[in-house]
């Protein structure tokens, strides 16, 4: 039997990168999967709904289409490369609306829908190394990876008794766009992306795979006990001192 047998399961951001790998496997362990977008997706074997996280209506269209919601992956992000100083309100909005009220709106219309399907569900919300560790030139980033770890354990504190779990997985430097984007700032993008590889442990970055593999797990029956739990994901990155061995 599949991991994820049985279970209506909803994806966020599932065009590409982290989200598009997360419903594969998904799809691969059994569940019926909905992969949520503002642009298509083509996930072989699950469903696509077009949704605008940053609308609260666009979020409620989404979980009564999909109907019982099992399990909802809050994937969907936006970053803005910039210092505080360079920031504008533009950028702040963008920031927050997809990554803080994107996350909010969705959480709030699952948590709705599995209290009134009595049987709970689980939250997966995707949030980053960053949100404990900031990474620079992202300010408004950074704080939005924070507001989604503080909301995954209050979730986790007020629903805990109606049968939700929610936790959160924090990659570090996964390979998707988002982390080019970011090389992108240096004067030699190809030299900052070998020394980002050469600081992590294991000598490289992280792919989507390799979150999609705890999100089955934290969708499953197998983490039954497991909520309000942040989950980080980054090579051994932020485990070690800041000096290393070439420092001394």
């Known amino acids: 039997m599949a991991r994820l047998d049985g279970l209506t399961t909803i994806v966020t951001g599932a065009s590409s990168g982290i989200g598009e790998a997360i419903a594969?496997?998904?799809?691969?362990?059994?569940?019926t999967v909905f992969a949520a977008s503002r642009s298509r997706s083509h996930v072989a074997g699950a469903g696509w709904i077009e949704t605008d996280?940053?609308?609260?209506?666009?979020?409620?269209?989404?979980?009564?289409?999909?109907?019982?919601?099992?399990v909802?992956?809050?994937?969907?992000?936006?970053?803005?490369?910039?210092?505080?100083?360079?920031?504008t309100d533009a950028d702040y909005d963008l920031v927050m609306d997809v990554n803080v009220r994107g996350v909010f709106n969705c959480c709030r219309a699952a948590v709705r829908q599995m209290q009134a399907q009595e049987s709970g569900?689980?939250?997966?919300?995707?949030?980053?190394?960053?949100?404990?560790?900031?990474?620079?030139g992202m300010a408004v980033y950074n704080a939005s990876k924070g507001a989604v770890h503080a909301l995954t354990r209050a979730i986790a504190t007020d629903h805990g008794r109606d049968g939700i779990r929610c936790n959160a997985i924090s990659p570090g430097w996964i390979l998707t766009a988002l982390a080019?984007?970011?090389?992108?700032?240096a004067d030699d993008p190809a030299a900052a992306r070998a020394a980002a590889e050469r600081r992590h442990p294991g000598g490289r970055m992280g792919t989507p795979d390799d979150i999609a593999g705890l999100a089955v797990y934290l969708a499953s029956a197998e983490s039954g006990?497991?909520?309000?739990?942040?989950?980080?994901?980054?090579?051994?990155?932020?485990?070690?001192s800041p000096i290393s061995p070439d420092d001394v």
């Open 24 to 31: 594969r496997r998904f799809v691969a362990e059994g569940a």
């Open 53 to 70: 996280v940053a609308s609260a209506a666009s979020c409620e269209a989404l979980i009564a289409a999909a109907g019982t919601v099992d």
């Open 72 to 87: 909802i992956v809050n994937n969907a992000g936006v970053q803005v490369e910039k210092s505080i100083a360079d920031t």
């Open 121 to 136: 569900g689980a939250i997966i919300n995707i949030g980053s190394v960053a949100g404990n560790n900031a990474d620079h």
């Open 180 to 185: 080019d984007a970011a090389f992108e700032l």
């Open 225 to 240: 006990f497991v909520s309000g739990s942040c989950f980080t994901i980054d090579g051994g990155l932020t485990a070690q």
